[in-house]
C-alpha cells in the first residue's frame, strides 16, 4: 500500500515509480504488486535493468522471451516477458530524469533565495 504522501515520479503502461519524503522511500507499483524500496536498492534495481540487453533478448532464438531479475539484497525476483521489461526499463529511465530535474530545479531556487 502506498503511504498518504507519496508523489508520483513517473508512470507508464506497465507500471509506476512513486516517491515518498516521510519515511524516504520508493514505491514500484508493477505486476499488481507495491514494493517499497530505500534509496540504494531503488538505484541497485535501476542498475538491474539498465545492465539487461534488450537488443539480445528480442535478437534470440530461444522459445523463452522472459527474463528474470533478482536483487537478493531485498529480496525481490520480478519475472518478466521483454514487453514488460522494456516498459521498465522506460519506467525508471524515466523517474530518474524526473529525480534529476527536481534535484537542478531545487538547486536553482536554494541559489536565488539565499
Not at 529511465?93 to 539565499?114: C, D, F, H, P
Amino acid at each position: 500500500m502506498l503511504p498518504e504522501d507519496a508523489q508520483e515520479l513517473f508512470k507508464n503502461g506497465v507500471g509506476a515509480l512513486y516517491q515518498s519524503t516521510s519515511n524516504k522511500r520508493f514505491y514500484l507499483v508493477f505486476q499488481g504488486v507495491v514494493q517499497p524500496f530505500n534509496a540504494i536498492q531503488f538505484s541497485r534495481l535501476k542498475s538491474k535493468m539498465e545492465a539487461v540487453n534488450l537488443e539480445n533478448l528480442l535478437l534470440s532464438h530461444s522459445l523463452c522471451d522472459t527474463e528474470v531479475v533478482y536483487i537478493p539484497s531485498i529480496d525481490v525476483l520480478l519475472v518478466m516477458r521483454v514487453q514488460e521489461m522494456i516498459g521498465l526499463k522506460d519506467l525508471f529511465a524515466g523517474a530518474a530524469t524526473m529525480l534529476e530535474l527536481t534535484s537542478i530545479l531545487y538547486k536553482r531556487v536554494y541559489n536565488v533565495l539565499i
